[in-house]
C-alpha cells in the first residue's frame, strides 16, 4: 500500500538532516548579525575549518556536542525540543522548524522557568477579571444612565458603584460583551 | 505533442494548504529538472527538500531561495524563482503560478523546470528565458489545469510503505 508522507519519514538520517539544517540555518544568521567568517568560527569552537565547512554544507553530519559548542562561540543556547504533533500524527509536513518555537518564545517574552509562565497566567487571569469588571461597568452606565445612584465615568478615575436593580442583576450575553469590549479597545 | 509528454508532478507539499513545489517534464533537453534532481548526492538532495519545505511553510531565506521583482530586468522574470544551492552551485529553476485559482487564488506552486551549475554571482538571464517560454507554453498550462494534478498518489513523496 502505498502512503503519502514527508521525505523525513523516510528514516531517521532525514529526519535528523531537516532538524540540524534549521540550526544551522540560525547558526550562519547570527554569524552574519556578528560578521564571523566559518574560520573564525572553526578557531573559536577549536575545530578545524574543513570540518565546519562540511558541517555547514551537509548538517547531517553534525553532533549534538559540535551543535552546543558552536551555539556557545557565537553567544547562543540550544534546547531540545520534542512535541507531539496533534495536527500531523502521519507526519506528512516534516518537522516544525525550530524557528517556530524560537519566535513564540521570544513573543511570551521568553519565560526562563516555569515562575514565569505560571506568572504569565495570572497575569492574563487578572487581566481578564479587570476587562469584566470594566464592561459590566459600561453595561451598567448604558442600562442606567440617568440615575443618580453613584456610578460615575471611568474618566473621573474613581470607583464605580453599581446602580442598584430592583429586578435583579442583568446577564451579560455574549453579544453585549463582544460590544462592550469592541468599544473598550476602541476608546482605550 | 502527445499530451502525456508535458506532465507536472507534485515533488512537494502534497496536501499543504498553501504552497508546493512541482517537477516540469516537457519534451525538450533544457526542461532537465527532474533527471538531475534524482541523481543528486543525498546531500544536496536534502538541501533541496530543505529549502522546498522551507519556501512552503513561508520563511524568508533568500539565500536558499528568491524570485525577481518587478524592478530587476524590466520586471520580465517576475515570475520566475529559483532553488539555490550556493554551496554546490547548483540551481533550480522555475515559475511560480497559482493552479487552484479562482477557487482559491492565494494558493501558489513552483513548477521548476530547468537545473543549472552556477559559479557567478549574476543572473543568466538565458535561463530564466527558457523558464518564461515554459510559463507560457499552452500544453504547459493544459497540465496546471489537469484536474489530476493534485490527485492522491503522484508525485515523489510516495513512499513504499
Given at each position: 500500500m502505498e502512503h503519502i508522507t514527508h521525505?523525513?519519514?523516510?528514516?531517521t538520517e532525514d529526519f535528523f538532516y531537516s532538524i540540524a539544517s534549521d540550526f544551522i540555518d540560525q547558526l550562519q544568521e547570527k554569524m552574519e548579525a556578528l560578521g564571523m567568517k566559518q574560520s573564525q568560527l572553526a578557531e573559536a569552537a577549536r575545530v578545524s575549518k574543513s570540518y565546519v565547512s562540511k558541517v555547514f554544507k551537509n548538517p547531517g553530519n553534525l553532533s549534538l556536542e559540535t551543535l552546543v559548542k558552536f551555539a556557545r562561540t557565537v553567544g547562543m543556547k540550544v534546547s531540545i525540543v520534542a512535541y507531539e504533533d496533534k495536527n500531523d500524527p502521519d507526519n506528512t509536513r516534516g518537522p516544525i522548524n525550530s524557528d517556530i518555537f524560537r519566535l513564540c518564545w521570544e513573543r511570551a517574552e521568553r519565560p526562563a522557568d516555569m515562575w514565569a509562565i505560571k506568572e504569565m497566567a495570572v497575569a492574563r487571569t487578572n487581566s481578564l477579571s479587570i476587562n469584566h469588571r470594566l464592561a459590566n461597568f459600561e453595561l451598567g452606565w448604558q442600562v442606567f444612565p440617568q440615575t443618580n445612584t453613584g456610578a460615575r465615568s471611568r474618566s473621573t478615575n474613581t470607583v464605580a458603584r453599581f446602580p442598584s436593580n430592583p429586578t435583579g442583576p442583568k446577564m451579560i450575553t455574549s453579544t453585549d460583551w463582544n460590544a462592550t469590549q469592541k468599544r473598550l479597545t476602541l476608546e482605550v | 505533442m502527445a499530451r502525456n509528454e508535458c506532465k507536472i508532478t507534485i515533488?512537494?507539499?502534497?496536501?499543504?494548504?498553501h504552497r508546493s513545489v512541482a517537477f516540469l517534464q516537457y519534451?525538450?533537453?533544457?526542461?532537465d529538472v527532474e533527471g538531475a534532481f534524482d541523481s543528486l548526492d543525498k546531500a544536496s538532495e536534502r538541501f533541496h527538500l530543505k529549502s522546498f519545505d522551507m519556501w512552503m511553510d513561508d520563511h524568508h531565506r533568500p539565500k536558499r531561495y528568491h524570485g525577481w521583482n518587478k524592478s530587476e530586468h524590466k520586471g520580465e522574470y517576475s515570475d520566475c524563482f529559483v532553488f539555490k544551492n550556493v554551496g554546490e552551485c547548483e540551481r533550480l529553476y522555475g515559475f511560480l503560478c497559482?493552479?487552484?485559482?479562482?477557487?482559491?487564488?492565494?494558493y501558489e506552486m513552483c513548477v521548476l523546470v530547468l537545473y543549472a551549475q552556477k559559479k557567478k554571482w549574476n543572473t543568466d538571464t538565458a535561463e530564466l528565458d527558457r523558464v518564461e517560454k515554459m510559463r507560457k507554453d499552452t500544453h504547459v498550462q493544459a497540465a496546471l489545469q489537469?484536474?489530476?494534478?493534485?490527485?492522491?498518489?503522484?508525485?515523489?513523496h510516495t513512499w513504499n510503505t
Amino acid at each position: 500500500m502505498e502512503h503519502i508522507t514527508h521525505w523525513t519519514e523516510r528514516g531517521t538520517e532525514d529526519f535528523f538532516y531537516s532538524i540540524a539544517s534549521d540550526f544551522i540555518d540560525q547558526l550562519q544568521e547570527k554569524m552574519e548579525a556578528l560578521g564571523m567568517k566559518q574560520s573564525q568560527l572553526a578557531e573559536a569552537a577549536r575545530v578545524s575549518k574543513s570540518y565546519v565547512s562540511k558541517v555547514f554544507k551537509n548538517p547531517g553530519n553534525l553532533s549534538l556536542e559540535t551543535l552546543v559548542k558552536f551555539a556557545r562561540t557565537v553567544g547562543m543556547k540550544v534546547s531540545i525540543v520534542a512535541y507531539e504533533d496533534k495536527n500531523d500524527p502521519d507526519n506528512t509536513r516534516g518537522p516544525i522548524n525550530s524557528d517556530i518555537f524560537r519566535l513564540c518564545w521570544e513573543r511570551a517574552e521568553r519565560p526562563a522557568d516555569m515562575w514565569a509562565i505560571k506568572e504569565m497566567a495570572v497575569a492574563r487571569t487578572n487581566s481578564l477579571s479587570i476587562n469584566h469588571r470594566l464592561a459590566n461597568f459600561e453595561l451598567g452606565w448604558q442600562v442606567f444612565p440617568q440615575t443618580n445612584t453613584g456610578a460615575r465615568s471611568r474618566s473621573t478615575n474613581t470607583v464605580a458603584r453599581f446602580p442598584s436593580n430592583p429586578t435583579g442583576p442583568k446577564m451579560i450575553t455574549s453579544t453585549d460583551w463582544n460590544a462592550t469590549q469592541k468599544r473598550l479597545t476602541l476608546e482605550v | 505533442m502527445a499530451r502525456n509528454e508535458c506532465k507536472i508532478t507534485i515533488k512537494a507539499g502534497f496536501g499543504h494548504a498553501h504552497r508546493s513545489v512541482a517537477f516540469l517534464q516537457y519534451p525538450v533537453p533544457y526542461v532537465d529538472v527532474e533527471g538531475a534532481f534524482d541523481s543528486l548526492d543525498k546531500a544536496s538532495e536534502r538541501f533541496h527538500l530543505k529549502s522546498f519545505d522551507m519556501w512552503m511553510d513561508d520563511h524568508h531565506r533568500p539565500k536558499r531561495y528568491h524570485g525577481w521583482n518587478k524592478s530587476e530586468h524590466k520586471g520580465e522574470y517576475s515570475d520566475c524563482f529559483v532553488f539555490k544551492n550556493v554551496g554546490e552551485c547548483e540551481r533550480l529553476y522555475g515559475f511560480l503560478c497559482h493552479p487552484k485559482a479562482p477557487e482559491d487564488p492565494n494558493y501558489e506552486m513552483c513548477v521548476l523546470v530547468l537545473y543549472a551549475q552556477k559559479k557567478k554571482w549574476n543572473t543568466d538571464t538565458a535561463e530564466l528565458d527558457r523558464v518564461e517560454k515554459m510559463r507560457k507554453d499552452t500544453h504547459v498550462q493544459a497540465a496546471l489545469q489537469d484536474p489530476d494534478l493534485f490527485k492522491e498518489g503522484e508525485g515523489e513523496h510516495t513512499w513504499n510503505t
